[in-house]
Nanobody, 117 residues
Framework: QVQLVESGGGLVQAGGSLRLSCAAS????????MGWYRQAPGKQRELVAT???????NYADSVKGRFTISRDNAKNTVYLQMNSLIPEDTAVYYC???????????WGQGTQVTVSS
C-alpha cells in the first residue's frame, strides 16, 4: 500500500524559506513521477512542481525561480525548497506520486504552509 507523508510546513514571514519533504513507502519510488500541488482556501488544487523518474522538472509560472523540487531515490523522498515566500503561497501543500504506465496517482495528506505579510 502506497503511503506518502509530508512534513516541513509551518508559519513563515514573507521573504522567508521552508523546505517540504515527502517520504514514500510501499511504492516503487524510483520509477514514479513525483509532484507537489497546493490548494488555497476557496480555490482549486493547482500544480506547483513535478519531477520525473528521469529527473526532468516542471514548475508553475508563479513559483519559477523561487521553488526547487528534488528527489532522493535512496531515501524514497521528494523535496520542495521554497524561497522568497509571499503571502500568495499560503496553502495546503500535497505530495503526489504518479505511475504513467498504469495511470495511477497517489496523494499525501497535505501540510499547511502559511506566509504572513
Amino acid at each position: 500500500q502506497v503511503q506518502l507523508v509530508e512534513s516541513g510546513g509551518g508559519l513563515v514571514q514573507a521573504g522567508g524559506s521552508l523546505r517540504l519533504s515527502c517520504a514514500a513507502s510501499g511504492s516503487i519510488f524510483s520509477i514514479a513521477d513525483m509532484g507537489w500541488y497546493r490548494q488555497a482556501p476557496g480555490k482549486q488544487r493547482e500544480l506547483v512542481a513535478t519531477i520525473t523518474s528521469a529527473d526532468s522538472t516542471n514548475y508553475a509560472d508563479s513559483v519559477k525561480g523561487r521553488f526547487t523540487i528534488s528527489r532522493d531515490n535512496a531515501k524514497n523522498t521528494v523535496y520542495l525548497q521554497m524561497n522568497s515566500l509571499i503571502p500568495e503561497d499560503t496553502a495546503v501543500y500535497y505530495c503526489s506520486e504518479y505511475y504513467k504506465l498504469v495511470n495511477r496517482m497517489y496523494w499525501g495528506q497535505g501540510t499547511q504552509v502559511t506566509v504572513s505579510s
